[in-house]
């Protein structure tokens, strides 16, 4: 149970807290807490789901934190008021340059409960078209159209790194396929 709450750091990608909780057992201390609008990640499939060895398109993005370019799918932070779908629908043209005739819901994951509150909602997408790519300032990204084995051999061998991208492949490939 959250007792009060410090707000230590104010950014534009996150606020950090510091709060005092009471436990379980009834004990008291304190947590330092990162705390996040959420974010919605879509995976973009070029055909369909279900055939043999449809297309994916994955972002190969330069990521600061790994020093490295990781695989990922398209992603991106709520806007204050955005619903997740709005979101995936917008991170999607912005990052891939694709629009989706359609977007279905999969789940939402909590990324690190240890230490934030981020959620993401993840998405699969279909009905692919043409859109305008708008990457941020940021973000230095290429976009790769491959079928849905290699992104498989991708993952067995340890280069999807990421783990929104991880659990939405995975989840796409256990449940969906």
Known sequence: MLLSSRRMYSGRVLDLDVDTVRFPDGSVGELEMIRHPGAAAVVPFAGDPRSPDPEVLLI????????????????GRLEPGEAPE???????????????????RLTTIYTTPGFTDEQIHLFLATGLDGGRQRPEADEFLEVHRMPWSRVLELVRRGEVVDGKTLITLMFVECFLR
């Open 60 to 75: 190969r993005q330069f990521r600061h934190a790994t020093d490295r370019y990781v695989w990922e799918i398209p992603a």
């Open 86 to 104: 709005a979101c995936a629908r917008r991170e999607l043209e912005e990052e891939a340059g694709v629009t989706a005739g359609a977007l279905r």
